[in-house]
């Protein structure tokens, strides 16, 4: 299963890459995830995405494509990988195909999920997210068991910068510019599956799984 997430911010690709990667048993490769824990360990790599990151800006191409292009290499992504926020434009698309073509490998399936901006706001700040291990949560969707720890590892909870109110509208922008002429691109190649993104998160499973084929 070689696999990518297509969809706004806050349209719960995160999520259901954590269920997808339990049934499939392939590792989810999340830029965003990649970089804030770049930005967590200060490396250069994370500070320079940090700058970028909290005003709801894309990293540059060249930045974002060297750190998946060591990432694919790992071994765990040779059984498959479900892709998480990558790629978000054009560029990194077509990287993408060159460096799966170098590894024989490509893409089976590109999931669209979709969610209207109106609602991308309202998910995106009510979201906490652990500050450990990434699992998220919403205050009203998807609350944790303990107010503001993880239910996984009981670490604090936080709101990302980029969740914040302002941020998203100009997130929202970067995604219909850059990143949704993407569903152009994998359509012509026959890969996208369209799924409707409102629901619950199992509804939601249900929808992606049935539109991959899969039982
Ligand atoms: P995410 O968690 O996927 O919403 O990503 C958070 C932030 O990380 C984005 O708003 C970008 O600043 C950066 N980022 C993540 N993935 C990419 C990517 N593929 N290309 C450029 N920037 C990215």
Redesign the pocket.
Known sequence: MRMILLGP??SG??TQAQKLIEKFQVPQV???????SAAKNQTALGKK?KE??????????Q??IGM?EERMKQPDCKKGFIL??????IP?AQALDKMLAGLGMNVDAVVEVDVPDQEVVRRISGRRTCRNCSAMYHIEFNKPKAAGKCDKCGSELYQ?D?DKEE?IKS?LK?YHDQTAPLVEFYSKKNLVKKVDGIGSIDEIFGKVIGALGAK
Do not use: E, I, N, W
Not at 30 to 36: A, I, K, W, Y
């Open positions: 911010p806050g690709k995160g999340s830029t965003g995830d990649l970089f804030r995405a970028y990151m909290d005003r709801g800006a894309l990293v540059p191409d930045v974002v998946v998480d926020g990558f790629p978000r434009t990194q990302r980029d941020v997130r970067v």
